[in-house]
Nanobody, 124 residues
Framework: QVQLVESGGGLVQAGGSLRLSCAAS????????MGWFRQAPGKDREFVAA????????YYAASVKGRFTISRDNAKNTVSLQMNSLKPEDTGVYYC?????????????????WGQGTQVTVSS
């Protein structure tokens, strides 16, 4: 079992920035790709960004590319999401997820463990 705990959410005005963090504990963090997803009210959970264990390599949803940056610190078992130029449509609950293996995965079923989520609200 991998436990994931997100932090850093909050309320921000459009154009502002937030940095989300995810701390992993429990079973090995090693060799697992990590991802961020989000879910707006009444909508499905959608992919935001992913990062591999090795390299690392990154992959972003088109809607956030150029504004968001995913990073990880393998020594500290953490993954972060720096969100700049936030828009009201970025509002939602953001989830950190750990995959079963290394790779760039955008599908939610490629991820085995999930955090409880942190709320991000962007006001216009």
């Amino acid at each position: 079992q991998v436990q994931l705990v997100e932090s850093g959410g909050g309320l921000v005005q459009a154009g502002g920035s937030l940095r989300l963090s995810c701390a992993a504990s429990g079973r090995t963090f090693t060799g697992r790709a990590m991802g961020w997803f989000r879910q707006a009210p009444g909508k499905d959970r959608e992919f935001v960004a992913a990062i591999t264990w090795s390299g690392p390599s990154t992959y972003y949803a088109a809607s956030v590319k150029g504004r968001f940056t995913i990073s990880r610190d393998n020594a500290k078992n953490t993954v972060s999401l720096q969100m700049n130029s936030l828009k009201p449509e970025d509002t939602g609950v953001y989830y950190c997820a750990a995959s079963r293996s290394d790779g760039l995965y955008s599908g939610r079923y490629s991820y085995q463990y999930w955090g409880q989520g942190t709320q991000v609200t962007v006001s216009s």
